[in-house]
């Protein structure tokens, strides 16, 4: 069974401050992808990473994949209060369109 | 433009009732998903479609039941609901043809067992 574990869980940082989340597993994925989830709203797609070792930057976040395929991370630089939110990893099972989740990290960035 | 459309936005049901939510997608996508979200939690993926007629278990299936009656709408039942199905059901469709594209998700249905 594939799955994506994230770290840390939750955080909570002062505005401005630098952070960075992961997303781990255990097998090897085709491609990662990074969501960012609002209260009360569904995912919205940030990135899409398929090669290993790339890296793509997105304004302040910057995303890597592993040289492996196996994890992921996020970058996050002077956090804004705006990047509050839930970042979830997805990627599809073995050779399948069936994508599944990550355990989710909770960012607050205080004002 | 709609995107996803899932119906209701929240329900209440006793143990044992039975429901059916309701996702309907206007992007002309093949592939579509129901997943649940608990508190602080990550999304679970429940059932998956991958074309019209076509429906595989996900990670947590057990007490569901899915139709993909048509290429737009796929519906998830609960049977007989239980207080461990209360969560926040999400629907999500996808283009399929290549392994990268983006999901679009509803709204989300809010569901209480009691």
């Known amino acids: 069974t594939q799955l994506l574990e994230q770290s840390p869980q939750f955080l909570s940082i002062q505005e401005g401050e630098n952070l960075t989340v992961y997303c781990n597993s255990s097998?090897?994925?085709?491609?990662l992808q990074w969501y960012r989830q609002e209260p009360g709203e569904g995912p919205v797609l940030l990135v899409t990473v398929v090669t290993g070792g790339e890296v793509k930057k997105l304004k302040r976040l910057t995303f890597q994949f592993g040289d492996a395929r196996k994890d992921s991370s996020l970058h996050i630089t002077a956090a804004q209060p705006g990047d509050t939110g839930l970042y979830l990893c997805a990627g599809p099972t073995s050779g399948t369109y069936k994508y599944i989740f990550g355990t989710g990290t909770r960012l607050k960035v205080l004002a | 433009n709609a995107g996803v459309t899932q119906t209701p936005k929240f329900q209440v049901l006793k143990t044992g009732q039975s429901m059916t939510l309701q996702c309907a997608q206007d992007?002309?996508?093949?592939?579509m998903y129901w997943y649940r979200q608990d508190p602080g939690m990550g999304l679970r993926l429940i059932y998956y479609s991958a074309s019209e007629g076509t429906t595989d278990k996900g990670e947590v299936p057990n007490g569901y039941n899915v139709s993909r009656l048509n290429k737009r709408e796929f519906s998830l039942r609960l049977e007989s609901a239980a207080p461990s199905q209360t969560s926040v059901y999400f629907c999500?469709?996808?283009?399929?043809?290549?392994?990268?594209?983006?999901?679009?998700f509803g709204q989300g249905t809010r569901l209480t067992v009691v």
């Open positions: 992007m002309n996508h093949n592939s």
């Open positions: 097998s090897v994925f085709s491609s």
């Open positions: 999500a469709s996808r283009l399929r043809g290549a392994m990268n594209t983006e999901a679009f």
